[in-house]
T-cell receptor, first 111, second 113 residues
């Protein structure tokens, strides 16, 4: 049974710092891994999608890596800004097309 | 391209009442999914439609929940009768094809009092 863990559960850093969010999963048989952002009271915004054959994806200041063999993904945020404050969620899609979710990392960027 | 649309955005109902949530997927997306997040828990899968057919409904919690997707376009999720533990945020997503990334709607926040 696939399990997804995100560490840390919460993170508070000063503006301008680079930071890394971690996601681990127990079953390497995945189709893809997706990072989402959720703002309070809002929906889920897809940030990056990494297919199982890929090693990383980049979008602006965001870079996500995938190491399927070790069951890990990282989301790197460069030059953090207060607007990056949100909950970041990692989800993996398996052969049954279901997304299995982590509990999220609540990120606060202090001005 | 219009995204995934859900409504209502919020619904407050009394225990025992009926509520129907609606999801309009991205046009042309055959795959439609329902997920929910109850307070303090991870987001959990409810079910997956391929066109109008239920591909996987293993996540539906009980028979008080009924999902339909007539004509393979929009979908509804009915909760009847609602219980307190049904409170949470219900998300809908669509994808094409099924093994590609999801696009989520903004969710419906359901509060049962």
């Amino acid at each position: 049974k696939q399990e997804v863990t995100q560490i840390p559960a919460a993170l508070s850093v000063p503006e301008g710092e680079n930071l890394v969010l971690n996601c681990s999963f127990t079953d390497s048989a995945i189709y893809n891994l997706q990072w989402f952002r959720q703002d309070p009271g809002k929906g889920l915004t897809s940030l990056l999608l990494i297919q199982s054959s890929q090693r990383e994806q980049t979008s602006g200041r965001l870079n996500a890596s995938l190491d399927k063999s070790s069951g890990r993904s990282t989301l790197y945020i460069a030059a953090s800004q207060p607007g990056d404050s949100a909950t970041y969620l990692c989800a993996v899609k398996g052969s049954n097309y279901q997304l299995i979710w982590g509990a999220g990392t609540k990120l606060i960027i202090k001005p | 391209e219009a995204g995934v649309t859900q409504f209502p955005s919020h619904s407050v109902i009394e225990k025992g009442q009926t509520v129907t949530l609606r999801c309009d997927p991205i046009s042309g997306h055959d795959n439609l999914y329902w997920y929910r997040r109850v307070m303090g828990k991870e987001i959990k899968f409810l079910l997956h439609f391929v066109k109008e057919s239920k591909q996987d409904e293993s996540g539906m919690p009980n028979n008080r929940f009924l999902a339909e997707r007539t004509g393979g376009t929009y979908s509804t999720l009915k909760v009847q009768p609602a219980e307190l533990e049904d409170s949470g945020v219900y998300f809908c997503a669509s994808s094409q094809p099924a093994n590609y990334g999801y696009t989520f709607g903004s969710g419906t926040r359901l509060t049962v009092v």
